[in-house]
Every structure is written in structure tokens, then in C-alpha cells.
């Protein structure tokens, strides 16, 4: 049984997935990491995908779709996952539905302001991926990973501009899934505004109300 998460980006999704995959224990994909993976080790995929990635638009859909067909191959998808990022148009969810079964898509909701707060004071590490916030999560020592001490910076895809394309990407082209979903009765909608250490609790119970392995 696998889960959606739909979202604008910087919503917090990354985030609740990792929760969750750890409470459920199954894996997290997230197509944006799996593109950045590709973009460090500099593949032919890569190379093509950081063009888009770093004007802030979405890479062709037969790139990401073959790299996630390759991911879902992988043993530790046999109980299921947790997909973010993916789809992000209407054409990447008829795909979805050839290769993979889904059982519901949660839609994480923020107000505007507190995306763009969220997103661009987003801080990344070069080496690891890990995700900080200049006020929500620092790093224990400034400009380091806590887990791996690599060099922390605030990815291109981060900064104002970009951030405002990538809402407005959304908008057009990955908004219109939330009445595809609806119209399937798969879309389970919840809005959080709170930084989720003041509520992870609340949210894993409500998470319990949907999520079933
Ligand atoms: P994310 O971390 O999910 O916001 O993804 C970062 C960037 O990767 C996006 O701005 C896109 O350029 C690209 N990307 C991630 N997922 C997809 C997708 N499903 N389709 C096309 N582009 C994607």
C-alpha cells in the first residue's frame, strides 16, 4: 500500500514523510532527491535535469519517470512507500497509476506567507541533503551538517525568485491533481502552519486516521 503527498513546495511534505517513513518503516522517495542524486554524481540524466531544476521548473516527465521506475524496482518498496514530488501534472499521474498502486493521496496545506518563510530560509548540506531552517531547525555548529559536518548552503532553487517560479509552476501544472484526486476519492486534505515540533503528536495521530499497512 503505498501514499501520495502533494504539496506546494517548501509545505513541509520532506519533512513528514521522513516521519513517517520511520513510524511505518518504509521508504521515503523523493523525486527531487532522487534528481539531486543524479545531479552530484553528475550523470548523463543529472546533467540534463540541473538546467530545469535550478530555473526552478519541472524536468521533462520521461527523465523522472524513468528514474523512479528504476527506484521502485528496489526490494525495500515491496510494503510500500511514501511518494513526494511525484506526480506533478496530470500526465505523470495516468503514469503512476501504470506502475505503482496507490491507496490515498494526502494534500499538505501552509498559508502562502509561511511557505515562502519556510523555503527560503532553508539552509541544505552540499555533501548529505539534509534540510535545516535558519529559525525553526539550526545546525548544532553554524554552516555544518550535524550529521555528516558537510558544508551547509542555501541551494539555488532556494532563493526568492526561484522559490516564487516554483510556486507558480505548482500552480499551473501540479495544482490541478488535487480535483483529479478528488474525483477519485483518493484526496485526504490536512493544513499545517505550526512548526511540527510544537505538533508532531497531533499529526501522527491524524496521520493514523488515514495511513493503514
Ligand atoms: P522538489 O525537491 O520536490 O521540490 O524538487 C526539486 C526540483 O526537481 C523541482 O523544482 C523540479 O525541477 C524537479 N522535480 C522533482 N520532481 C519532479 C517531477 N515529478 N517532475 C518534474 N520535475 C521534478
Same mark, same amino acid.
Given at each position: ?85 511525484? %506526480?506533478?501534472? /496530470? ?9 505503482? !498502486?496507490?491507496?490515498k493521496v494526502i494534500h ?53 525568485? /526561484? ?12 495544482? %490541478?491533481?488535487?480535483?483529479?484526486? !478528488?474525483? !477519485?476519492?483518493m484526496l485526504f486534505e490536512i ?18 486516521e488515514v /495511513?493503514?499497512?
Amino acid at each position: 500500500m503505498s501514499y501520495v503527498f502533494l504539496g506546494a513546495p517548501g509545505v513541509g511534505k520532506g519533512t513528514y514523510a521522513q516521519l513517517l517513513s520511520k513510524k511505518y518503516n518504509v521508504p521515503h522517495i523523493s523525486t527531487g532527491d532522487l534528481l539531486r542524486e543524479e545531479v552530484k554524481k553528475e550523470s548523463s540524466v543529472g546533467l540534463k535535469a540541473k538546467a530545469y531544476m535550478d530555473k526552478g521548473e519541472l524536468v521533462p516527465d520521461e527523465v523522472i519517470t524513468y528514474i523512479l521506475k528504476k527506484r521502485f524496482k528496489k526490494k525495500d518498496c515491496k510494503n510500500g512507500f511514501f511518494l513526494d514530488g511525484f %506526480p506533478r501534472n /496530470i500526465k505523470q499521474a495516468e503514469e503512476l497509476e501504470k506502475i505503482a !498502486k496507490i491507496k490515498k493521496v494526502i494534500h499538505f496545506m501552509a498559508d502562502d506567507a509561511v511557505i515562502i518563510h519556510r523555503i527560503t530560509q532553508r539552509i541544505t548540506c552540499r555533501n548529505c541533503g539534509e534540510i535545516y531552517h535558519l529559525v525553526e531547525k539550526r545546525p548544532k555548529v553554524e554552516g555544518k551538517c550535524d550529521l555528516c559536518s558537510g558544508e551547509l548552503h542555501q541551494r539555488e532553487d532556494q532563493k526568492e525568485d /526561484i522559490v516564487k517560479k516554483r510556486l507558480d509552476v505548482y500552480r499551473k501544472e501540479t495544482a %490541478p491533481l488535487i480535483d483529479y484526486y !478528488k474525483g !477519485k476519492g483518493m484526496l485526504f486534505e490536512i493544513t499545517i502552519n505550526e512548526p511540527i515540533a510544537q505538533i508532531k503528536d497531533w499529526f501522527l495521530k491524524k496521520m493514523d486516521e488515514v /495511513i493503514i499497512f
